[in-house]
């Protein structure tokens, strides 16, 4: 069974730090890449980071650009976003996918179940 | 506010027929292809039409998309009561100041 498994959030203080895990399995994790997505509460999806399958690649949100980091360690099968300089509006549940990006199609096959920062003193 | 425009909510009664717009640009679903996803109360979200209008296996063909120039739609026939959710369009966005990857700001169906 495909299965994204999320751990890591907490309740932080502003600019503090945390770093998530998303642990894959049931695929080969080095064939994809993978993103970051949040959700605030009561708010929408907002897209947050994405990493190619190698790590050669990242690209993130203008609202977290400089502040996360996105990486992963194909070895582990394992995705994380390391999160500096939190802040209020960083406060979300967050799930990391599976991206499918081939024939210039991209979409998100394989969602977790996501892991809750919440940022406040 | 949200690169991809979605209305707040769509109502209909069960059995009947309803079409979510995912209105963008040309940066994005102009010239990209258009993922939907369903995210049911308390539960993560579940891709249910990627390419525009293609479904995942197990994804009954009560749903279906399409796309027309900057817009894309999602429909869905034969309204059940376990259809309440909240829908997502997304796509590439090649425009420097979206990001990335964008979401519409996501539509909450009622089924009456």
């Known amino acids: 069974e495909v299965q994204l498994v999320e751990s890591g959030g907490v309740v932080v203080q502003p600019g503090g730090s945390l770093r998530l895990s998303c642990a894959a399995s049931?695929?080969?994790?080095?064939?994809?890449?993978m993103h970051w997505v949040r959700q605030a509460p009561g708010k929408g999806l907002e897209w947050v980071s994405l990493i190619s399958w190698d790590g050669g690649s990242t690209y993130y949100a203008d609202s977290v650009k400089g502040r996360f980091t996105i990486s992963r360690d194909n070895s582990k099968n394992s995705l994380y976003l390391q999160m500096n300089s939190l802040r209020a509006e960083d406060t979300a549940l967050y799930y990391c996918?599976?991206?499918?990006?081939?024939?210039?199609?991209?979409?998100?096959?394989?969602w977790g179940k996501g892991t809750t920062v919440t940022v406040s003193s | 506010q949200s690169v991809l425009t979605q209305p707040p909510s769509v109502s209909a009664a069960p059995g009947q027929k309803v079409t979510i717009s995912c209105s963008g640009s040309?940066?994005?679903?102009?010239?990209?292809?258009v993922s939907w996803y369903q995210q049911l109360p308390g539960t993560a979200p579940k891709l249910l039409i990627y390419e525009n209008n293609k479904r995942p296996s197990g994804i009954p063909d009560r749903f279906s998309g399409s796309k027309s120039g900057t817009s894309a739609t999602l429909g869905i026939t034969g309204l059940q009561t376990g259809d309440e959710a909240d829908y997502y369009c997304?796509?590439?966005?090649?425009?420097?100041?979206?990001?990335?990857?964008?979401f519409g700001g996501g539509t909450k169906l009622t089924v009456l």
């Open positions: 049931g695929f080969t994790f080095d064939d994809y890449a």
């Open positions: 040309s940066s994005n679903i102009g010239n990209n292809y």
């Open positions: 997304g796509t590439w966005d090649s425009s420097l100041s979206a990001g990335l990857w964008v």
């Open positions: 996918a599976k991206a499918v990006m081939v024939r210039g199609s991209a979409y998100m096959d394989v």
